[in-house]
């Protein structure tokens, strides 16, 4: 697993480093002089909190930004590991939840009310969003979860932080404790979180870019040594 720095204004690859422990990235950045350290101005990163100390200690002046695709992810595996964990054969239900899940996953609004297919789990026509409807009300634990899931889901499109703070200090007693571990990792992030609504950037770019290097990888089979992998990009390909 290596430690990528992209430019996100020219969206080029800045370098690779062959290593993800702080000790290496903070080694890495050092060779920089604190002068132009403290000219950074944004970072964008996951969630993985050690890094943000890291990164303070570094770039003293930097906005640190949580990328929000991330911040979706938390809350969108912690409602579908909901759904698995209700998947079980003795469950009536267990067809329909398993073969609905994008459903359940998708955003409430994207939902086709009007137009009705034939399904066979229903034997019946029936819109997406009745099928919805159905499959969260036959457990209130998944209810009480996707109530939570879809207005964090929705202030992270609209970019509306008060819908968001609101929604994870809410009490949300019945929700499953995936869900309350996903709540929890977000309040921990306190104020960064908050800077993913503020500013436009995003780790977007870097999880393209991440993309285009394992299918490199997976192209050649491997590459027996990290340097012959990172000699093989020319930059402006990426």
């Not at 000219?39 to 906005?63: C, E, G, Q």
């Not at 003795?90 to 609905?100: A, V």
């Not at 104020?191 to 977007?204: K, T």
Request: charged share 30%; net charge positive; proline share 2%.
């Amino acid at each position: 697993m290596a430690f990528i720095i992209v430019d996100h204004t020219n969206k080029n690859i800045f370098d690779i480093n062959n290593s993800r422990k702080s000790i290496d990235i903070e080694k890495y950045f050092k060779h920089y002089s604190k002068k132009e350290r403290d000219n950074v101005k944004f970072i964008t990163l996951d969630l993985y909190k050690p890094y943000y100390k890291l990164m303070h200690s570094l770039f003293r002046n930097a906005i640190l930004i949580p990328d929000r695709f991330h911040i979706v992810i938390q809350v969108r595996n912690a409602l579908d590991k909901t759904r698995i964990k209700l998947s079980v054969k003795s469950n009536p239900n267990y067809r329909k939840l398993k073969k609905y899940w994008k459903l359940i996953l998708k955003d409430k609004r994207e939902l086709n009310r009007e137009n009705k297919k034939y399904q066979n789990c229903f034997k019946k026509e029936i819109s997406q969003y009745d099928i919805v409807t159905y499959l969260i009300n036959t457990n209130e634990e998944l209810y009480e979860t996707y109530q939570v899931y879809q207005p964090i889901l929705y202030s992270i499109n609209i970019r509306n932080k008060d819908i968001f703070k609101s929604i994870i200090n809410g009490k949300n007693i019945k929700i499953s404790k995936y869900m309350k571990k996903a709540i929890k990792t977000l309040k921990n992030m306190g104020n960064y979180i908050l800077n993913a609504f503020d500013y436009q950037y995003s780790n977007g770019i870097v999880e393209g870019t991440n993309n285009v290097i394992k299918q490199i990888k997976h192209t050649a089979c491997g590459y027996r040594k990290f340097k012959h992998l990172k000699a093989k990009r020319p930059i402006e390909s990426y």
